[in-house]
Nanobody, 125 residues
Framework: QVQLVESGGGLVQAGGSLRLSCAAS????????MGWFRQAPGKEREFVAA????????LYTDSAKGRFTISRDNSKNTVYLQMNSLKPEDTAVYLC??????????????????WGQGTQVTVSS
């Protein structure tokens, strides 16, 4: 079992930045691929970014490329999502997810086994 707790969300103006954190329980964090997803009101949950267990591989959705950076610190059991140049359309609940490594950087919801509760990100225009 892995428990995930997100933090770092908030209200920011367009063009601003936020860094989300996701702390994971357990001592085998490095054996889990990690992902960030988001869900806006009335919309389906969508993939944002993923990172491999060792941090050497990452994958982003097109809208996140060049603006967001996913990283992890395995010594702290934490994965991060640095979000720059935020836009109002980035407003959503952001959730982190984990899966014992099968695919290095999984990007679909069904590939992940564990989910956090999410943190709200609101970008004002």
């Amino acid at each position: 079992q892995v428990q995930l707790v997100e933090s770092g969300g908030g209200l920011v103006q367009a063009g601003g930045s936020l860094r989300l954190s996701c702390a994971a329980s357990g001592d085998t964090f490095r054996f889990y691929s990690m992902g960030w997803f988001r869900q806006a009101p009335g919309k389906e949950r969508e993939f944002v970014a993923a990172i491999s267990g060792g941090g050497g591989m990452s994958l982003y959705t097109d809208s996140a490329k060049g603006r967001f950076t996913i990283s992890r610190d395995n010594s702290k059991n934490t994965v991060y999502l640095q979000m720059n140049s935020l836009k109002p359309e980035d407003t959503a609940v952001y959730l982190c997810a984990a899966v014992s490594i099968k695919v290095a950087v999984p990007r679909t919801l069904k590939e992940y086994d564990y989910w956090g509760q999410g943190t709200q990100v609101t970008v004002s225009s």
